[in-house]
């Protein structure tokens, strides 16, 4: 028979290959299973990228304002929110509107490939000119956004005026 115990986060009882090793404990395992684990280190992070003036990710996290919603500072609460909505391991936590806060309407659990796919890159304005000006001089877009080490696409957006709009050549 397999051994198993019950994970002190979720409450479910798990094999215990479902456990992280700690030899400072009694049975040498967490008493969260790896998932609660894993989670608990969205959390704690998400905490400091928003509230650690130390943190180095905190001046576009809580420098710009972003906060966690009252209801989320209770682990267990979040926890139980991430697992009813859809939230798996390997899944990073990405919030929809990147100007607002941690809150269950603004969050979604993305794969490390699409978050960086979906953070825009920010292109300041000098750049966002110098694009538009290649693209008008007949330069291809995908030279231009070799010239920018961009996407072709984030090219053909800022030339149709699609971001960036309000910056005129
Ligand atoms: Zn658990």
Known sequence: ????????????????????????????????????????????DMKRRCYDKTNSHYSRYGGRGIAICKAWSSLDVFMEWCKANGWREGLTIDRVDNDGDYTPRNVRFLTRKENTKNRPHKLCEVEVRAIKHWCKTGMTQAKVAKLFGVSPSLVSKVFQGEIYASISL
């Not at 028979?1 to 215990?16: D, F, H, I, N």
């Open 1 to 44: 028979m397999r051994a198993s115990k019950k994970c002190s986060g979720c409450q479910e009882v798990k094999s215990t290959d479902m456990f992280y090793v700690n030899n400072a404990s009694v049975d040498k395992l967490q008493v969260c299973c790896k998932l609660c684990d894993k989670l608990r280190i969205v959390w704690s």
